[in-house]
């Protein structure tokens, strides 16, 4: 079932949606090289907790910590560590907050220094098929078009669309109904409607689209090492498009 939220309930997510901006605006600042990932869950768990807010990962399922930062190949749900940042990495940040039981979620990719045109490249069209996929978003549209519309940009690079993961519905729960798959698939039949708040989230690799999951439980790799890029945002639909609740 996917729920419809009220003025109020939208409000408080977009609450929480602006603390998740201001923390993934703050790692823009703190990513250097020799910050470790652990040091930068620290600073992010910190803003969201002196902003009347808690952070919607930790302990969900388990997950240890407060936000998810995963590293080239690493695609998503990488774990905080000692690992640190190194000049060239592609830091992936994924950052959840919760404001009176109510959540938003949303990530960014981060080019540590210099990189390769072709990765950047990458990075550049897995935020531009975030924007293509919120573009066609507005009541009566089926919820297939966002897939459509977001695999199109991969489909046109030659990238690999990470399938077993996908975006989803959110409010008082992080992942609630429905799927949001990134692909054209037949099971997007659902019609959108007003108030229905979703994450959108392209996770594209430079080559093939298969994952792995590594022995911690959380981290998905690709499988040819390949590198991964990231970008989400929480919104509502609207009756004429959708509203950012994960911005400014
Ligand atoms: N932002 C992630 C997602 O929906 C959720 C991470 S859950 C965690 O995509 F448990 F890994 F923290
Ligand atoms: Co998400």
Redesign the pocket.
């Known amino acids: 079932m996917v729920s419809i939220k009220t003025k109020e309930e939208i409000e408080k997510i977009n609450i929480a949606g602006t603390v998740v901006y201001n923390v993934l605006e703050l790692m823009k600042t703190s990513i250097k090289p020799g910050i470790t990932t652990e040091k930068l869950n620290e600073i992010a768990d910190k803003y969201i907790r002196d902003n009347k807010c808690t952070p919607?990962?930790?302990n969900?399922?388990?997950?240890p910590?407060s936000?998810?930062i995963s590293i080239n190949d690493e695609v998503?749900?990488g774990i905080p560590g000692k690992r640190k940042i190194k000049n060239g990495d592609i830091v992936k940040v994924?950052?959840?907050a919760c404001y009176k039981g109510y959540h938003a979620?949303s990530?960014r990719t981060y080019i540590v220094g210099k990189t390769t045109n072709e990765i950047k490249e990458l990075v550049e069209n897995t935020e531009k098929a975030l924007y293509k996929g919120l573009s066609v978003i507005k009541e009566g549209i089926k919820l297939n078009e966002v897939s459509k519309a977001i695999e199109s940009v991969a489909k046109e690079k030659g990238y690999g669309v990470i399938r077993e993961?996908t975006?989803?519905g959110i409010g008082t729960v992080?992942?609630e109904d429905p799927y949001i798959f990134n692909y054209e698939n037949d099971e997007s039949e659902l019609i959108l409607k007003e108030g229905m708040t979703l994450?959108i989230?392209p996770m594209f690799s430079l080559k093939k689209r298969h994952i792995w999951m590594l022995e911690d439980g959380?981290t998905i790799t690709t499988q040819d090492g390949s590198v991964a890029a990231h970008f989400?945002h929480t919104i509502v639909v609207t009756k004429e498009g959708y509203k950012i609740l994960t911005g400014e």
Not at 60 to 63: A, E, K, T, V
Request: hydrophobic share 40%.
């Open positions: 919607s990962f930790l969900y399922d388990g997950y910590k936000v998810c998503v749900h994924d950052v959840g979620d990530a993961l975006g989803h992080v992942h994450a989230e959380w989400e």
